[in-house]
T-cell receptor, first 115, second 113 residues
Framework: AQTVTQSQPEMSVQEAETVTLSCTYD???????LFWYKQPPSRQMILVIR??????QNATENRFSVNFQKAAKSFSLKISDSQLGDAAMYFC????????????FGTGTRLKVLA | DTAVSQTPKYLVTQMGNDKSIKCEQN?????MYWYKQDSKKFLKIMFS???????INETVPNRFSPKSPDKAHLNLHINSLELGDSAVYFC????????????FGPGTRLTVT
């Protein structure tokens, strides 16, 4: 069975600085999707970025980028020029491309942004 | 226009009661989901329906019963509520069961006293 691990329960970053959130996963599959979701205090789950496992190029979305290391089963999220609005819970998620296609979420990392 | 809506947003009830949470999506999606987020923020799938057909049924107590009257609606009914059922319940939808992107509702915070 697939698992997703986020080893950092909480991280802090100074406004305008860069922070990296870690995620590792375990799977025997070769094709899958990986995601980072943001959950601000409003509780709304917001998709930040996704990565297809078959793509070697790391995904980027404005200030958000990932470092996808398929062999190491690592999928970290880098937030550049951190803003106060980035403060939230961040969840790493895995989705298979076969079977039930269900999402498996990590336990989350709470990001605090310091003014 | 709210894409995925849930009612109610907050629900406080006593142990032993029966309650329902409703979910509606206006995106024309075929697939809908129920997730539970516990007090430690762990988010886990409970059920998934595709065109009114149950396709994912995780190991949840049979006190939880999903119902999909049509593909735009997926309701969650909970019988004999227990303290451990207190959580935030999220509804989500995707274009199809193959689609990787899910759209989440705002969540329903259920508190059982």
């Amino acid at each position: 069975a697939q698992t997703v691990t986020q080893s950092q329960p909480e991280m802090s970053v100074q406004e305008a600085e860069t922070v990296t959130l870690s995620c590792t996963y375990d799977t025997s599959e070769s094709d899958y999707y990986l995601f980072w979701y943001k959950q601000p205090p409003s509780r709304q789950m917001i998709l930040v970025i996704r990565q297809e496992a078959y793509k070697q190029q790391n995904a980027t979305e404005n200030r958000f980028s990932v470092n996808f290391q398929k062999a190491a089963k690592s999928f970290s999220l880098k937030i550049s020029d951190s803003q106060l609005g980035d403060a939230a819970m961040y969840f790493c998620a895995y989705r298979s491309t076969s079977g039930t296609y269900k999402y498996i979420f990590g336990t989350g990392t709470r990001l605090k942004v310091l003014a | 226009d709210t894409a995925v809506s849930q009612t109610p947003k907050y629900l406080v009830t006593q142990m032993g009661n029966d309650k329902s949470i409703k979910c509606e999506q206006n995106l024309g999606h075929d697939t809908m989901y129920w997730y539970k987020q516990d007090s430690k923020k762990f988010l886990k799938i409970m059920f998934s329906y595709n065109n009114k057909e149950l396709i994912i049924n995780e190991t949840v107590p049979n006190r939880f019963s999903p119902k999909s009257p049509d593909k735009a609606h997926l309701n969650l009914h909970i019988n004999s509520l227990e303290l451990g059922d207190s959580a935030v319940y999220f509804c989500a939808s995707s274009l199809s069961r193959l689609s990787y992107e899910q759209y989440f509702g705002p969540g329903t915070r259920l508190t059982v006293t």
